[in-house]
């Protein structure tokens, strides 16, 4: 299972998602599944194995770091 989140729209999925990669946490930017107009503000997650620690942990760190960047409005909208 895909699970696919909507962010708010100044949130830039391509640097949330080289952000994460430093945490050793991979989400798939939304963009990767437009074919026309893409939108900057969606991130999909892959729901397909048996939640174990490391994917609590995982779980956990990404829903830390979407509220702080929620909070603080770091992430803007840039063309990458």
């Not at 939108?39 to 829903?63: G, V």
Request: contains cysteine; glycine residues 2%.
């Amino acid at each position: 299972y895909f699970l696919w989140i909507s962010l708010p729209k100044y949130l830039n999925s391509h640097l949330i998602y080289q952000q994460l990669l430093e945490k050793n946490i991979s989400v798939a930017p939304g963009t990767l599944f437009y074919q026309m107009e893409k939108e900057y503000h969606h991130i999909r997650i892959n729901c397909s194995f048996e939640i174990d620690e490391n994917i609590e942990k995982a779980l956990n760190t990404l829903t830390q770091y979407l509220t702080e960047l929620n909070a603080n409005k770091l992430t803007q909208i840039e063309s990458i």
